[in-house]
């Protein structure tokens, strides 16, 4: 089974940012459109970003502009930077193809806590 890696989270001042790194297989990598997601305490898991096996990119619309995706293939890792960071999106951030179908089991998130 493939394994997602997230890391990158932490303690940040709102207004703050950070970098999110998900680690995958190869195949992972090159097959699907990967996407950046997003669960708060209490609340469902919500799509933040995606990112095309092409390159296209796609932001919800309350992170257009502050968030970027990326993909490094030399490290098979897709990354987002998160700025100007607001209290509400304090939520474990997860990484995972953008088809349903094609998901692997979700990894353990990374956690970003953004405070006031």
């Known amino acids: 089974q493939v394994r997602l890696v997230e890391s990158g989270g932490g303690l940040v001042q709102a207004g703050g940012s950070l970098t999110l790194s998900c680690a995958t297989s190869r195949h992972m990598f090159l097959g699907n459109d990967m996407a950046w997601y997003r669960q708060a305490t209490g609340k469902q898991r919500e799509l933040v970003a995606f990112?095309?096996?092409?390159?296209?990119?796609y932001y919800v619309d309350s992170v257009k502009g502050r968030f970027a995706i990326s993909k490094d293939s030399a490290k098979n890792t897709v990354n987002i930077q998160i700025n100007s960071l607001k209290h509400e999106e304090t939520a474990v951030y997860y990484c995972n193809a953008v088809d349903w179908r094609l998901r692997t089991d979700w990894g353990q998130g990374t956690q970003v806590t953004v405070y006031s």
């Open positions: 990112v095309r096996r092409g390159g296209k990119k």
